[in-house]
């Protein structure tokens, strides 16, 4: 079960920085304040379910997300990784429709929850507030269009590639600037790629031995950035 967190203050929140809430004004801020509730999940804890009706705005305070549909078989399919500062469940929130994905907590994540009418009443006075979120919600549709694209034309090979580096762009590295900021399952990773846990498996033993990447449990370093980059199709 999810349980009570001390929540941060919005006025003094280093994640809100990075977040479509950072030029929120003074107002709009003791608002979420005075209303929000703030919980902390374990790695494997659900946020929200597929099917269920929002209630109101996730942001992420620390931690990481997966968000993932699932398929009549049950294999999921990740559809977005989010990070600090990112908030979850606003197209349903703002269609007025049901989730249509799950969220689940990758590691031991805190989170803010601002109320429907709260979130409803505050994008409702801020226009700039509802530009950023237009913003994201363009930013969101263009990578799905193209996450489509490469699920239909790219090798398995690239695709794990450009996941690789999507991973270090969006999370960075450990101390040793190498060691990928998240630890996914092999199963989650193939989930991302969008092949079997046994292909990528298999591939990423073969980027091992081209010293593309090292691999030590979950932990997986990128070796030979250019490499990747090359075998990924991408600019840098």
Known sequence: MKKRFESPQCETCGSRENSILCDLSHSGVLQIDGSKNTNSYKRGQIIFYEGNRPSGLFCIF????????????????????AKNGDVLGYRALLSGELYSATAE????????????????????EDHQLMNRLMQLLTHDLREAEERMVELSQLPVRERLAQTLLMLNSTFGTADDGATLDIQLTREDLANIVGTATESCIRLLSEFRKEGLVQLNGKKIAITDKQALIRLANVVD
């Open 62 to 81: 620390k931690g990481k997300v997966k968000i993932y549909k699932s398929s009549e078989s049950g294999r999921e399919h990740i559809v977005r990784l």
């Open 105 to 124: 907590a990758l590691e031991e994540t805190v989170l803010c929850h601002i109320p429907q009418a709260t979130f409803l009443q505050i994008l409702a």
